[in-house]
């Protein structure tokens, strides 16, 4: 039986350089990860990044892009049929990226993380026991699903400029779902999460809520404001007269693994 092809991936990492030790940590897994041929740092910090890896481009703008116009960059620049955006603050099991990639078809949509798979980063900060990845088609995002999301080029639909630090996500999940793109969550692993790093912040919050007033002008039309239903993965959501009403469900969606 021939072994089938892995794909190049291009990682790209928008970054402010809270800490440097997980960001490094990153750096050096990719760098030892076969399917990862490119990493792309888009250093929104503005001080510059310093390391050996021979697949490292760090790339400074002239002021903070944000991070949906940085992934937008980055997937521009990627010279690979598929890219992986990936958090700061996450520590991977080795050889992550090329045990999703070879489990991708070109006709998927999005590929992100399963939360039911997430842990807090140990003091040691070691790598995750690597375990037997598999995919699962999901038409949800949890809320971690966007830590570290795959794709071919072709699915990606560039996030709007405007929305700058949240929904961006979103935004390239739904429209993968109207292209009639299958999305998947990753199963069977374990990421460790440090926490967001950047978009947490307070002096952020009051562009995330701009982002949010955006992508609701931009993707809710005006008859589903007097009423319409959504199914998400944590809750049941209602709009009636500009009114939302989110009931949550019994148990999160999802499992952790099966």
Not at 121 to 148: R, V
């Amino acid at each position: 039986m021939t072994e089938k092809k892995i794909a190049g991936v291009t990682a790209v990492i928008p970054t402010l350089q809270k800490n440097k030790e997980i960001l490094t940590k990153l750096i050096e897994a990719l760098e030892r990860d076969t399917a990862v041929t490119e990493i792309l740092l888009i250093d929104n910090s503005l001080i510059g990044f310093k390391h050996s890896s021979s697949k490292l481009t760090v790339i400074t703008p002239e002021e903070n892009l944000f991070v949906n116009p940085s992934w937008n960059l980055g997937v521009a620049k990627a010279k690979t049929e598929i890219v992986a955006l990936l958090n700061d603050d996450i520590i991977l099991p080795e050889n992550y990226c090329g045990d999703v990639a070879s489990s991708m078809s070109s006709e998927m949509g999005i590929v992100g993380v399963n939360g039911m798979g997430i842990e807090p980063l140990p003091e040691t900060f070691c790598h995750p026991q690597k375990e037997n990845i598999y995919l699962e088609p999901t038409n949800f995002m949890d809320d971690y699903y966007g830590i570290a999301m795959f794709f071919f080029k072709e699915a990606y639909n560039r996030i709007p400029d405007e929305i700058k630090i949240v929904y961006g996500d979103s935004w390239i999940f739904t429209h993968c779902q109207r292209m009639k793109r299958q999305n998947y969550r990753i199963c069977g692993c374990t990421i460790y999460h440090y926490g967001s790093l950047s978009s947490s912040q307070i002096e952020f919050n009051p562009i995330a809520k701009v982002d949010a007033k955006i992508y609701k002008k931009l993707t809710v039309k005006w008859y589903h404001r007097l009423f319409s239903y959504e199914e998400i993965w944590d809750c049941h959501k209602y709009r009636l007269l500009g009114m939302t009403l989110k009931i949550k469900k019994k148990k999160p969606w999802g499992k952790r693994y099966a």
